[in-house]
């Protein structure tokens, strides 16, 4: 009998060790699933905490650290997206070598990305000190995303404990 025949057997008739293997599968497969809806939570997070801390931004530094902030969330935002895109890519690049993407493309978007950081970086330092200021502050929204984020999985943690 094989592997997969043996797997479909109703789990009574299983036996003890292959039982277990299987709810060890039906976990792990509700964990990716719990998993891949962090991602567009954090991305959701990131445009919420752009929102809430324009006004801080604009406080701090008025109109131009303002727009530097926004364009520095903007970017964090693209940055992410990029990010994510690129190591999916990557992955399935690695995992299924019938993949569409290419290694050379995947890596070329990589460097790609961070030059376009660091150009927009240098135009805004040059043009105004406030305005990089808030560049630098819009460049740090992932991180408030990925602290609520965290925050969220630990209640969730705590909750399903209980």
Wanted: aromatic letters at 12%.
């Amino acid at each position: 009998m094989n592997e997969r025949t043996h797997l479909d057997r109703p789990a009574e008739t299983l036996p003890a060790e292959t039982l277990h293997e299987r709810r060890i599968q039906e976990r792990t497969i509700e964990e990716l699933s719990i998993y891949e809806r962090i991602i567009p939570r954090v991305l959701r997070n990131m445009l919420v905490a752009s929102v809430l801390l324009l006004g801080p931004a604009f406080w701090f530094y008025r109109w131009a650290g303002s727009i530097g902030f926004a364009f520095g969330a903007a970017v964090s935002y693209v940055n992410f997206r990029s990010l994510t895109r690129g190591v999916e890519g990557l992955a399935d690049r690695i995992v299924n070598r019938n993949s569409r993407e290419k290694g050379g493309w995947i890596i070329l978007r990589f460097v790609v990305r961070y030059g376009l950081v660091g150009a927009a970086a240098y135009a805004i330092f040059k043009s105004s000190s406030l305005a990089f200021r808030g560049f630098l502050w819009g460049l740090c929204v992932p991180v408030a995303a990925l602290m609520a984020e965290a925050a969220w999985q630990g209640y969730t943690a705590f909750r399903r404990a209980s």
